[in-house]
């Protein structure tokens, strides 16, 4: 986040709930991790993505949600 009173970027932390609100990740596979957003059209693509986070981030546990987009029906079984 950007603090333009100050001229400084501010770290805040980034959570699931507020990517849910923001439309430019619908239709996309979501990953949190170290406070830095990774985004995938596939589950595959998530899979590469998850790979590096274990390679160079080894303690951290990443969130992954999907995101479908906003007229998407998705049918639990």
């Given at each position: 986040?950007y603090?333009?009173?100050?001229?400084?970027?501010?770290?805040?932390?980034?959570?699931?709930?507020?990517l849910?609100k923001?439309?430019?990740?619908r239709?996309k596979?979501?990953?949190?991790?170290?406070?830095?957003i990774?985004?995938?059209?596939t589950?595959e693509?998530?899979?590469?993505?998850?790979?590096k986070?274990e390679?160079t981030?080894?303690?951290?546990?990443?969130?992954?949600?999907y995101?479908?987009k906003?007229?998407?029906?998705?049918?639990?079984m």
């Open positions: 986040m603090d333009l009173s100050k001229g400084k970027i501010m770290k805040t932390k980034i959570s699931m709930p507020e849910f923001n439309p430019r990740y239709g596979h979501i990953i949190l991790a170290a406070g830095k990774y985004t995938a059209k589950g693509g998530v899979e590469e993505i998850l790979k986070l390679k981030h080894p303690n951290i546990t990443p969130e992954v949600a995101l479908p906003a007229r998407s029906l998705i049918l639990w």
